[in-house]
């Protein structure tokens, strides 16, 4: 999909915005001075600025006459006396009006850390107040920032009005290098939490996040933020991504096929949804700490029959595959131990849990990533740990060494327009790729 032909507004909003973007790009470019410009014009960048007024600005009503706009942030334990005050709003009717009036009844609450404006006319009377009550929150629009407007009516009284506005869509690209851990990474890159939980679950079905990770490993990801003037206020959906583990690079794009319902395909069209995630438990900040142990348990896996990962007692344990539950309860070395029946002669076993997830009966269906129960000591156990198998015609095998099934490729019919998305993405990604490389030749010098 080209965003230039996007019959959506907010597409219209990002590459207007990229191309503003694109031309700091060329003066990042020029000022490093040896950063070739890319052949083809960039449609996006890092961190992008809209230079767009939001409409607040733009009203004209707010222009003439020219207001004096003051902004202050709630602290803990303010009191609206105090809020007006700091704003220098001296009208004897107003604080009245914010405490009693039911279409100002947002104010009511005065959350920390939230911004009130109020703009004063040259004679210091209020034009408006605006409380940015809820700066950016997911509903049915999209993303959007809700705030109270309070005028004066012109009769000595005020009016009320709640408004809404649409966040700003920022694509951003970041790019981490694996040191210690990838929220380590993650955090030094500035990216957000869900961003990290999104790449390992987009990638989940082709690394296992919990053992696999290394030193060195490193990863690029292009994503979109929103912002409300200037600032984030949320995260949206990964477009692409590139993560190279143990020397192999995994890449990942969203491609949603004549606006249909989207999925995330590595650059060359295969599905990423894999029929098996590559392993049972969730991905958190707490449980990343033990995936760059260099043994991650002391036991081999001839004789053993299964994988084992420590983990904190209580940690959510998801189901591997789409399944159904065929044994729950206790056997003598596996403690509390789940088996399910999962595709053809599949089956995966989950054992020394704390705890089965409430409800849990033999004969249920789970979906893939669904929690099945948590991580405990049970049965044979030393620690906290998961025991888990992976059967073919119930015979254990090492899940880490088989090519588990995977889903369908693309039809030849998408392919095309599936390989502009990619190029599209590949041309940002190689660029921080130079940029990146320029940088460290420049302090090797
Ligand atoms: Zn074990």
Redesign the pocket.
């Known amino acids: 999909m080209n965003l230039d032909e996007s019959p959506h507004p907010t597409r219209h909003r990002i590459t207007k915005s990229l191309l503003i973007a694109a031309t700091g790009l060329f003066i990042t470019a020029a000022a490093l001075a040896v950063v070739k410009p890319p052949e083809a014009p960039l449609p996006a960048y890092v961190a992008l600025q809209t230079l767009e007024l939001s409409p607040i600005h733009a009203r004209s009503a707010d222009i003439t006459p020219a207001p004096f706009i003051a902004e202050t942030r709630i602290r803990r334990g303010d009191t609206m006396a105090a809020v007006l005050q700091r704003l220098k709003v001296d009208d004897p009717g107003l604080q009245p009006f914010l405490v009693q009036n039911k279409d100002a009844r947002s104010i009511y609450k005065l959350y920390p850390g939230r911004v009130v404006q109020a703009a004063l006319d040259d004679r210091g009377a209020l034009v408006w107040l605006r409380y940015k009550h809820t700066p950016g929150t997911q509903d049915s629009d999209g993303f959007v920032s809700k705030w109270l407007e309070v005028r004066p009516d012109g009769s000595g009284d005020f009016t009320a009005t709640e408004h809404r506005t649409p966040a700003e869509v920022e694509v951003r690209i970041a790019e981490g290098n694996i040191t210690s851990s990838l929220f380590g990474a993650a955090d030094s890159a500035d990216i957000p939490d869900a961003i990290t939980i999104e790449m390992v679950d987009i990638l989940s079905s082709k690394i296992d996040f919990v053992k696999d990770l290394r030193q060195g490993d490193k990863f690029r990801v292009v994503y979109d933020a929103y912002t409300h003037e200037g600032r984030e206020v949320g995260t949206g959906k990964i477009r692409a991504l590139e993560f190279l583990n143990r020397g192999q690079t995994y890449s990942a794009v969203w491609y949603a096929p004549d606006n249909d319902q989207g999925a995330y395909y590595d650059f060359a069209g295969n599905s990423l949804k894999g029929a098996f995630l590559r392993n049972a438990i969730k991905f958190t900040r707490i449980t990343s700490r033990f995936g760059l142990r260099k043994h991650p348990?002391h036991?081999q896996w001839r004789g053993?029959?299964?994988?084992?990962y420590a983990a904190p007692s209580g940690t959510p344990i998801r189901a591997t595959a789409d399944g159904t539950v065929e044994f729950i309860g206790r056997q003598n070395g596996y403690g509390n131990v789940i088996i399910l029946r999962n595709y053809g002669n599949y089956s995966t076993l989950y054992?020394?849990q704390s705890r089965f997830a409430a409800g849990l009966r033999r004969g249920a269906k789970v979906e893939q990533g669904q929690i099945i129960g948590y991580v405990g000591s049970t049965g044979w156990?030393t620690g906290p740990?998961l025991?888990?198998e992976f059967r073919i015609a119930k015979k254990p095998v090492d899940p880490l060494a088989v090519d588990l099934p995977v889903t369908r490729p693309l039809e030849p019919a998408q392919r095309k327009a599936f390989q502009s998305v990619v190029a599209q993405y590949q041309t940002h990604i190689d660029f921080l790729a130079r940029i990146q490389d320029t940088k460290q030749d420049l302090a090797q010098r």
Do not use: L, R
């Open positions: 348990i036991k053993h029959n299964g994988v084992d054992a020394h156990a740990h025991h888990y």
